[in-house]
């Protein structure tokens, strides 16, 4: 397949919790009441369950492979001499019918101690709607120690769990960037873009009122006594988590703003794209643009392409610099620059 700009269809698939239809909505695609994910422009498969997780392209064939045919293409040559053909992000949609349990992703010293993998998960949320007043609770207010949260865990305890959470209320357009190992939740009524290293890696903390065996598949196949030893347990303020957020005041402007805090550089890139001040440029290099509002022209060395609300489109290296033009907002997610500082 010769690399071009390519639209993508959508990618939702069944969830052990509720919510989906406002991807159905955004995207034209299925919708809920248990498809509350769609994985985008996505080179990672499920946890245990490939292929499914994969983004299939129009024509049929899984984007995974036609990138490992040609990376240099669509990643460029810096690109692959760093990172070889993994395009380093996973981007989804998460929208929620139901409260996230509590859970967390291991880092990458710890993925590749216990599981042989090179990327642990860290990751972001750009926020595309949520409820007034509703909360994200990420790491723990006080320092804790493992044995307390192996209790809470083996007896079932959501309610401490809850409780010793730092929160934080978000709003349409807030970013929020999750270091690995944190523990988190989010509120029912969310909806967020998420971008996160490439990887299906959760654990489990609580899971009543969930379609899922935790105690079975709630700790990546190690058994909690390993898996428990991902948790940070390292307390988190509240001006810790202010560190962690960029609010939409910061990121709601005409032309080309960074969508994440710097702590997010060594994992992946989000640029908000709005046009409302004449055409925006961007550099060349592997793109995953979904469009939030309105229509416009994505114009590149290779031709130019219609695009509207809702539609999400690859853009390949090869495309070179390229511009958004017409009236309309989208996000540009991306990998890490080739010269970014190494991850955790």
Not at 122 to 127: D, Q
């Amino acid at each position: 397949m010769t690399a071009t700009v390519i639209a993508l269809p959508v990618n939702q698939f069944d969830h052990f919790y509720r919510g989906g239809d406002r991807i159905g909505a955004l995207r034209h695609g299925p919708g809920g009441p248990s498809r509350p994910e769609e994985w985008i422009g996505s080179t990672t498969s499920r946890f245990g369950q490939a292929p499914q997780g994969y983004s299939v392209l129009p024509d049929g064939r899984l984007l995974v492979e036609v990138i490992d045919e040609d990376p240099v293409v669509w990643l460029g040559a810096e690109h692959v001499a760093r990172f070889g053909s993994s395009t380093e992000v996973l981007v989804k949609l998460l929208d929620l019918g139901q409260r996230l349990p509590v859970h967390l992703h291991p880092n990458r010293a710890f993925s590749k101690t216990h599981l042989g993998l090179s990327h642990g998960k860290t990751e972001a949320w750009y926020v595309i709607d949520a409820p007034v007043g509703a909360e994200v609770g990420v790491g723990f207010k006080n320092a804790m120690t493992l044995d307390q949260v192996s209790s809470w865990v083996r007896e079932r305890d959501s309610e401490a769990l809850l409780s010793s959470l730092q929160t934080k209320v978000v709003h349409p357009g807030d970013a929020m960037l999750v270091p690995a190992g944190l523990p988190h939740t989010v509120a029912d009524g969310v909806f967020v873009l998420e971008l996160q290293e490439p990887t299906d890696l959760s654990i489990l903390l609580e899971w009543q009122g969930f379609a899922v065996d935790g105690a079975k598949d709630g700790h990546l196949d190690l058994g909690f006594d390993i898996a428990l030893q991902a948790v940070d347990l390292s307390a988190v303020t509240a001006a810790d988590l202010d560190q962690l957020v960029l609010p939409a005041a910061q990121i709601q402007s005409a032309g080309l703003v960074s969508v994440l805090p710097a702590q997010a550089d060594p994992y992946f890139r989000a640029q908000r794209i709005d046009t409302s001040g004449g055409p925006v440029g961007v550099t060349a290099g592997f793109s995953i643009v979904l469009v939030t509002e309105g229509q416009g022209v994505l114009v590149t060395n290779l031709g130019a392409f219609e695009v509207a609300h809702g539609d999400v489109v690859l853009v390949p290296f090869v495309a070179g610099y390229w511009k958004l033009e017409g009236s309309c907002v989208a996000v540009a997610c991306r990998p890490p620059d080739a010269n970014a500082p190494d991850g955790r």
